[in-house]
């Protein structure tokens, strides 16, 4: 049992098994026999076979191009779209629609003047928090026009 993975604990008169996955879930105890063993019956269950089923909300989400969950659903009442599945009350937020509905605020016009010396102005992306994989980031000098990979 040890080499599949599963905690064995020995305290007292008895041992008790737990889950090879998740270790605080408790499979039996047993309690020692004569001669200082933990006899273990088991019994044949035959095979048995689930089907596992996850809510494919998020998956139809994003497919569409993170249309909201209020409209796949009605797309689903109305048979709007072939193989759609029915759609579950989600819980939480798509971190790619907060970050498409964050706003940018302008620079202000007053401030565009030219530098008199290199690398007196540096023009710099400042928008985030993005997560999005970047090989380079480029300033630009705005005397000498110089660019610079990070």
């Not at 090879?20 to 019994?43: G, S, W, Y």
């Not at 759609?84 to 007053?110: D, N, R, T, W």
Request: aromatic share 8%.
């Amino acid at each position: 049992m040890m080499e599949k993975g599963y905690t064995l604990r020995f305290g007292g008169d008895s041992c008790t098994i737990y889950d090879n996955k998740d270790k605080t879930l408790k499979i039996a105890e047993v309690r020692m026999k004569e001669h200082r063993c933990f006899p273990i019956h088991l019994q044949y269950m035959g095979r048995t076979a689930m089907k596992a089923q996850e809510d494919q909300s998020w998956l139809w989400h994003r497919r569409l191009g993170h249309f909201n969950f209020q409209g796949l659903k009605i797309l689903h009442q109305k048979k709007m779209m072939t193989y759609l599945p029915q759609i579950q009350a989600v819980e939480g937020a798509c971190e790619a629609c907060l970050q498409g509905k964050q706003h940018k605020k302008p620079f202000p016009l007053g401030t565009s003047w030219r530098a008199k010396a290199v690398l007196e102005l540096i023009h710099t992306d400042v928008c985030g928090p993005m997560r999005t994989p970047s090989h380079e980031q480029i300033d630009i000098s705005s005397y000498s026009s110089m660019t610079t990979p990070e």
